[in-house]
């Protein structure tokens, strides 16, 4: 739910160092509430803040916008 994906942001924003001035969007599919995170310049720049996310064990996918 939005409460959980805001407090994912909260937590992942403390630890990774790379989300530091992007803005959280929080995406609802069906009862799913999704985090994304950006605006992003490139492909190239999502892979990277995937890559930093990666050690918290959360999930990270880049999508277009």
Known sequence: DEGNATALWGKLKGQVSALGGLQPFLVRTGTLT????????????????CTAVRPTRTPCVPVAP
């Open 34 to 49: 999704k985090l994304q995170a950006g605006p992003l310049a490139s492909s190239a720049d999502a892979a990277r803040v």
